[in-house]
């Protein structure tokens, strides 16, 4: 049979999402997905939203929902984009930056496994820095790197290792040439967010998601904050490509989800103290885990990430490993609730 494909297509390694099985119930630590359901005022905003609108497109820009993230992120509607998920802005992002001839892109070795994906779908150049000895991202070889921008992913990601903003505001000020692209999709489980740097930086974009800290993973919606010249950049991008991303359900309830930082910042400060709890648990029985600075902890052990992975899928409890070489001893878990987490170490202490 004659194949339609382009070679184009055919040549490329698309990113494997996380597995999502439906063939029993799972304790489902693999996706780190928040543990604690969407505020009260996203749910109120989901129940009364009214269907007939459905009828008309939303607005293109999602222009009350970039108002509400700015009132939420101290900054204006002309530095706010918003798009299909954080993976969507993320994407555009390479053909809003970076051009097929040039000094490409650069990002850790280990880190958001999406990036070269991204870069390589739309024919940008990359360059990888290895992550230091201690699994800490190396800014100072990223200083020295030739290139035209940086995906930094912030907390890191699956160290679950973060940046505080000096650490980040000194690194941008040695990098006035290179656009930072800081991809803070755990930063509400940190609380060192770049966004304060934007009105400092035209060389900094910051780049959120409502699937973690907003319990909205369901509803896909992220959004990247920056000066005007980048945000018009990430416009032009998706008016090439898709003028209505975000449908109006999900500006709706983005929207009022936003606007309850309280009910958020609560629930942020449970994930935060079970991290703790859960860490020293992982550590008693043998696992080495950097101090984590997201809601997942990268857990090492000697017998293996393929190894726990299938005691721990056999036993009702999904996590997340990797085939590569550096990663092979590591798995990842999502922290979720007090119960979900005890699941997963009684199923650990049954097999280790
Ligand atoms: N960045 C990082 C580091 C992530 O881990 C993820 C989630 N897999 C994303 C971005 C994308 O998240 P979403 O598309 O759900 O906003």
């Not at 009364?48 to 009828?55: E, I, N, P, Y």
């Not at 991809?183 to 967010?193: I, L, N, R, V």
């Not at 309850?260 to 043998?286: I, N």
């Not at 052990?301 to 899928?313: A, D, Q, S, T």
Request: with cysteine; net charge negative; charged share 25%.
């Amino acid at each position: 049979m004659k194949s339609f494909l382009s070679e184009f297509i055919s040549s490329l390694t698309p990113y494997t999402a996380g597995e999502q099985p439906q063939d029993r119930r799972y304790v489902k630590l693999n996706t780190n997905e928040n543990p604690y359901p969407p505020s009260p005022g996203a749910e109120e905003a989901l129940r009364s939203f009214d269907g007939a609108k459905l009828r008309l497109y939303p607005s293109p820009n999602a222009d009350a929902l970039r108002d509400a993230i700015a009132r939420a992120e101290g900054v204006e509607r002309e530095n706010v984009f918003c798009g299909n998920g954080s993976d969507e802005v993320l994407a555009l992002c390479i053909p809003a930056f970076f051009d097929k001839e040039g000094e490409g892109a650069a990002f850790a070795d280990i880190t958001y496994s999406f990036y070269p994906v991204f870069c390589d779908f739309f024919s940008v150049p990359y360059r990888i820095v290895p992550l230091k000895e201690d699994y800490t991202m190396d800014l100072a070889a990223f200083s020295r790197l030739r290139c035209k921008g940086i995906l930094l992913t912030n907390p890191n990601a699956p160290t679950g290792i973060g940046i505080n903003r000096d650490t980040m505001d000194a690194f941008i000020a040695e990098n006035p040439d290179k656009l930072i692209i800081a991809d803070e999709a755990y930063m509400g489980f940190y609380g060192e967010s770049a966004v304060p740097l934007v009105k400092k930086y035209s060389n900094l974009l910051v780049v959120k998601t409502f699937s973690k800290y907003y319990a909205l993973a369901g509803i896909r919606c992220g959004y990247a904050v920056g000066n005007p010249e980048l945000i018009r950049g990430l416009f032009a991008a998706k008016d090439c490509f898709n003028s209505y991303p975000v449908d109006a359900l999900c500006q709706a309830v983005c929207a009022a989800a936003v606007s309850d930082a309280d009910y958020y910042a609560a629930a942020a400060e449970k994930v935060k103290s079970e991290r703790t709890r859960l860490r020293q648990e992982l550590v008693k029985l043998g696992f080495f885990v950097p101090e984590s600075a997201a809601n997942f902890l990268f857990a090492g052990h000697p017998k293996g990430g393929e190894f726990i992975y299938r005691g721990l899928k056999e036993r009702g409890v999904l996590v997340r490993f990797w085939n590569t070489d550096k990663l092979k001893n590591f798995c990842r878990i999502t922290v979720g609730t007090p119960e979900e987490d005890d699941a997963l170490l009684s199923a650990l202490r049954e097999m280790l």
